[in-house]
């Protein structure tokens, strides 16, 4: 479950501050806002696979 | 000529490579439907990552990508990154789970786990159903990308989009019959390597050349504020952002050649880091190839490279690329041109090779009439191919609309959900009969694809009803 709220809050964050408060800001502004979020999501998910392989 | 020539040389060169690298794969191939499609659950880290990577990413990126970027701004980047945000948190959260099972229960097709899940061969004939109607338009979209590369690097000519389309067929023919998903991951692994160094040069050269007419890259970001680019707004509106994102968010559950790639995984370490470098290689490219198509704006707005493919013409969407192709060295065309048809390529073979195993294990059709169908869909797609219907991302686009409401009955079964199946099998069917109705009520694949039945996406109301099917399935089940 932690997972899924993770993924739920970065992708709640690639739609509502681009349309409100970031409404109006530049194309490279918008263009490092959404890249942050993916490496957020990139990073999540290779800390969540550390274990994965190494037990069982 | 010489553009047309070195570019033929470029592509002789990948397609002798990819098709050595086919037949080496030959070695590894093992007796039976479970090595054909699967690879027995024995591919390693390297080639999972790079076939599920090659796979989801197809021409549409550096075609059709590129050019929303140009025509659109930056919501492009959105629109594609949610798509990765919401696979790899699928990925993190169910992969773990369908690779055990699969291994447990010797799932080979995805419609075939649906059967077993359900318990009922019926959920694995629609499901069959829906992938062969739905796969028809996204990989013939990707057909349709090769022939426009081939026409813009001869610099146009309806006789050369015809030779690239039935090249294209040809040689993913060949490489999906050679060794199964042996020769599909091996060229995958190929492919999408040439995809991302071409994509970078491609890059480095945009911006070389912007730098040598004076733009930088952040002067280009003003040029883009300058001409209106700001924010999300213009075409991405939010109710064309939630059309667009929607569909691609279930892309990972709902495409069976994707799901396909999670039961191959030969141990857990594998599949972790097919996940990780699956992540890298579609952050890399996503934001590589907005930039891409951004960039070529920025040049058309300062009048700059000589680019003139009109941004407020949505025919031209996808001319953005072959117009960049044309005013390169004819060496870096023929590279990126040869990436796009491999994006192409690694895509259809993979999806021809899913249906092949559709058709021969949830038809009940067998191994030798699987093969068959595989020849049969690939003449279906070149021939809508060559039939030049649409633009390639409503292709594309609309293919996951009709798909998505594969997602709940998917999702609830990964979960240990059971159902119904005759409710489940209804639930599968939303999405294509809500697509047809809409089609027909709107009077147009365009406008049924971002209409909004009572304010609502279209993609909502599929994903709306679909659940409650799968919901009410699981009550009488269990009652």
Redesign the interface.
């Known amino acids: 479950m932690r997972?899924?709220m993770?993924?739920?809050i970065?992708?709640l964050l690639?739609?509502i501050p681009?349309?409100t408060m970031?409404?109006?800001?530049?194309?490279?502004a918008?263009?490092l806002y959404?890249?942050a979020?993916?490496?957020a999501?990139?990073a999540?998910?290779?800390v969540?696979?550390r274990g994965?392989?190494?037990s069982g | 000529m010489d553009r047309l020539l070195i570019g033929l040389i470029v592509l002789a060169a990948y397609i002798i490579l990819g098709t050595a690298v086919a037949i080496a794969s030959r070695k590894r191939l093992e007796a039976g439907e479970e090595g054909f499609y699967i690879a027995k659950g024995r591919l390693g880290s390297f080639l999972s990552a790079m076939t599920y990577a090659a796979t989801t990413y197809s021409s549409f990126m550096v075609v059709g990508l590129v050019g929303f970027a140009y025509s659109t701004?930056?919501?492009a980047?959105?629109f594609e990154?949610?798509y990765?945000?919401?696979t790899?948190?699928l990925?993190?959260?169910f992969s773990?789970r369908v690779w055990r099972r699969a291994r447990e229960r010797g799932w080979v097709s995805p419609g075939e786990m649906l059967a077993d899940i359900y318990g009922s061969r019926m959920v694995a004939v629609v499901a069959s159903i829906i992938f062969l109607v739905s796969l028809v338009p996204y990989a013939s979209a990707q057909l349709k990308g090769i022939g426009e590369a081939v026409a813009g690097l001869a610099g146009g000519g309806d006789q050369y989009y015809t030779i690239g389309v039935l090249l294209g067929v040809a040689v993913m023919l060949v490489w999906s019959l050679v060794a199964g998903i042996w020769s599909v991951a091996a060229t995958d692994a190929l492919q999408g390597l040439w995809m991302l160094i071409a994509g970078t040069m491609l890059l480095l050269w945009l911006v070389a050349e912007l730098r040598s007419s004076g733009l930088g890259v952040?002067e280009a970001?003003?040029v883009?504020?300058e001409a209106g680019?700001?924010?999300?707004?213009g075409f991405w509106s939010?109710h064309i952002?939630?059309a667009f994102t929607i569909p691609w968010?279930f892309f990972a559950v709902t495409n069976p050649q994707v799901v396909q790639r999670l039961f191959m995984p030969r141990?857990?370490?594998?599949?972790?880091n097919m996940?990780?470098w699956f992540?890298?290689f579609g952050?890399y490219y996503?934001?590589l190839v907005?930039?891409v198509g951004?960039l070529a704006r920025a040049a058309y707005e300062a009048g700059v490279l000589g680019i003139s493919v009109d941004p407020a013409d949505p025919a031209q969407r996808d001319r953005v690329t072959p117009s960049l192709l044309y005013i390169a060295s004819p060496l870096l065309a023929s590279i990126v041109f040869t990436s796009i048809v491999a994006a192409s390529i690694s895509t259809v073979d993979s999806i021809l090779l899913t249906l092949s195993s559709s058709i021969s294990r949830d038809l009940g059709a067998g191994r030798r009439a699987g093969l068959a169908g595989l020849i049969v869909v690939a003449g279906v797609l070149a021939g809508v191919a060559l039939a030049r219907l649409q633009y390639i991302v409503l292709l594309s686009v609309l293919s996951s609309l009709m798909l998505l409401s594969l997602a709940p009955a998917t999702i609830a079964g990964w979960l240990g959900r059971r159902g119904d199946p005759r409710l489940v099998a209804a639930s599968m069917l939303v999405g294509p009969v809500i697509v047809a109705i809409a089609t027909v009520t709107t009077g147009s694949v365009k406008a049924a694809f971002v209409s909004r039945p009572m304010g609502i996406p279209i993609s909502i109301w599929i994903l709306a009803v679909s659940t409650l099917l799968v919901l009410v399935a699981g009550r009488i089940r269990g009652s």
Do not use: C, H, N
Not at chain 1, 22 to 28: E, I, T
Not at chain 2, 267 to 272: A, F, N, P, T
């Open positions: 997972q899924a993770v993924y739920a970065l992708l690639m739609y681009p349309y970031l409404k109006a800001s530049s194309p490279l918008l263009l959404w890249t979020l993916g490496i999501g990139l999540y998910a290779w969540e696979t994965w392989g190494k | 701004g930056v919501g980047l959105g990154l949610v990765l945000i919401s790899l948190g990925l993190i959260i773990r952040v970001f003003r883009l504020e680019l700001a924010g999300p707004g939010i952002f939630l968010m141990d857990e370490g594998s599949l972790r996940v990780r992540g890298v952050l996503t934001v907005v930039l951004l």
